[in-house]
């Protein structure tokens, strides 16, 4: 959605909310002085995936498969996923494949960098601290939300802040390991508690698609209710569901994604490293929502909800079962509600696949219903 739009539609969208989120979020609400910065309630920004910036830092462990992937070997913190445009001119892409991957440590039910690659994300507490990775985009990671907000007085550090993540891991549901989250949740925490201690308020956290969906979702159901009811005022998901229906998911599974398209990579390595992701089946069909009705259909066999171990067989992505079975199967049985006050704002009118049809076997193409 362009920024014009979105701000013709910001007065709209603040209709949606409950009344007294709408006295936070609305400028008609505020005095014209800049004297009522006491009055707000913390905002913590969680942005969609494409969002948030990455940076390296290859190890003596790291085995790179050509020899100019090892070039920056010992040297100190560059961005990974962070200027994406400028991979190719580099002839980067391959080695950007290798090192964003992932690798299933089964011994520990866990994700972990490929050895001797390390990660970090950069600019945690800052609202201002991700941005999209697509040139043709480069404003849409919630930017006219943070303006808006600074319009009405939020600042940046002081009532306004943005909690960035590692998007290629998905947060574990409670009782489930998961390292990386483990050390986000901690991180997550600690900055909601400081900015509710500083201004003796709660606080409200705004996730945007995969950032509210799954990553601010799980963060508030991981924490002790009597945490949530201490310090989280409200939640607001905006467009927390896929855009393009949950079998988009098997889709890019089966093909790779077609967003990546910018990077300059082939959609088979892509779909290589998207494969390696915690995240790449993360959100395939949940058997409790869609039951037994076939949603992937080919010559050989049709596909329900609960035959997705075997379509991961079927497109050539055994090694993916174990972990869907372990990881992922837990997350889709659970269901139990954040126990805060939520807003989730959907689009409507969106047209989304029902079936995918696979003719040929060809898992690069499909048909959708």
Known sequence: MSNPLLRLLLPLLLLLLPPPLREYFSASHRP?????????HPVVLVPGQSCNDLEARLTEAYKPSAPRCGAMKGNEWFGLWKNVSDLAAHD??????EQM??????????YRNLPGVETRVLNFGSARGF?????LYPKRCVDSIREALEIVGYRDGDTLFGAPYDWRYAPPVPGQQSQVYSCYFKQFKSLVEAASKKHHKK???????????VVVLEFVRNAPLAWRNKYINHLILVAPVLSAGF???A????SGPADFGYVGATQSSIRTMWRSFETGTVDLPSPKVFGH??????????YSAYDMEDFLVAIGFSDGVQPFRRRMVPKMRYFKAPMVPITCINGVGIRTAEQLVYWESDYYDSSQN
Do not use: W
């Open 92 to 97: 980067y892409v391959d080695c950007f494949v």
């Open 131 to 135: 941005r999209d990775k697509d040139p």
């Open 101 to 110: 991957r992932l690798v299933y440590d089964p011994a520990i039910n866990d």
């Open 32 to 40: 014209k002085d800049a004297g009522f910065s006491g009055e707000l």
């Open 251 to 254: 889709r890019t599974i089966a």
């Open 247 to 249: 079998l988009q998911q």
């Open 293 to 302: 009705k076939p949603l992937v259909i080919t010559k050989q066999r049709n």
């Open 203 to 213: 606080v409200i956290i705004f996730g945007h698609s995969y950032g509210g969906m």
